[in-house]
């Protein structure tokens, strides 16, 4: 059955320094997505993206965020410059249609120190 | 803007009780889907059941259930004879108001079946 697969599943960096969270979707979909979970609170939203585009950003989604579709296949999402308050669970989702279930990965842990 | 309400922060049943999650939202929407979806200690998020506003009927999935209705705003789920499997924390979603697809998630409800 296809999945959504994350790489890494855990990431340790230090404060200011860049990552690159690397998600591959299912391979039909057409609606890619990123998800946040800070440790014990709820799933946020972060961005959403169709067409090779942003479709829609949250306001945690700043100018320290970024999202590319570099090919076919990976969705990937970069922080700029890394703060504490970053360290979070984060989650890629794929869905087949606007207003399909979304299909999430298992998440790339971050934590930044 | 659109809201998602779970009550119950940590529910704890013993194993083959049946058990009650609570959903209540908010939405301007007059046609909306609903979500639920279960983190199990792993971490990863499951896809349980996405459900059309227009359909009030009840849905059934082995020992799963959902009671939507309309009319109080509430998405229900409940699990018939819980195992320790069940264990996890479950989530109840909404997508974005007029025409969105970001999903707002509830506070979620930790559900802890002991043997």
């Known amino acids: 059955e296809p999945e959504v697969t994350q790489t890494p599943s855990h990431q340790v960096t230090q404060m200011g320094q860049e990552v690159i969270l690397r998600c591959v979707p299912i391979?039909?979909?057409?609606?890619f997505y990123w998800y946040r979970q800070i440790l014990g609170q709820k799933v946020e939203f972060l961005v959403s993206f169709y067409n090779n585009e942003i479709s829609e950003k949250s306001e945690i989604f700043d100018d320290q965020f970024s999202v590319e579709r570099p090919d076919g296949s990976n969705f990937t999402l970069k922080i700029r410059s890394t703060k504490l308050e970053d360290s979070a669970m984060y989650f890629c989702?794929?869905?087949?249609?606007?207003?399909?279930?979304?299909?999430f990965g298992p998440g790339t842990r971050l934590t930044v120190l | 803007a659109q809201k998602v309400t779970q009550a119950q922060t940590e529910i704890s049943v013993v194993e083959k009780e049946d058990v009650t999650l609570d959903c209540v939202y908010e939405t301007r929407d007059t046609t909306y889907y609903l979500f639920w979806y279960k983190q199990p200690p792993s971490g990863e998020l499951v896809f349980l059941i996405r459900?059309?506003?227009?359909?009030?009927q009840n849905e059934i999935s082995g020992r799963y259930s959902w009671n939507f209705q309309k009319s109080t705003s509430s998405f229900n789920f409940t699990i018939t004879a819980s195992q320790v499997v069940d264990s996890a924390v479950y989530f109840c979603?909404?997508?974005?108001?007029?025409?969105?697809?970001?999903?707002?998630f509830g506070e979620g409800t930790q559900l802890t079946v002991n043997p």
């Open positions: 989702a794929s869905g087949g249609g606007f207003d399909n279930e979304q299909f």
């Open positions: 979603a909404l997508p974005k108001e007029t025409s969105g697809s970001r999903l707002t």
């Open positions: 391979s039909n979909h057409l609606y």
């Open positions: 459900r059309n506003s227009f359909d009030e």
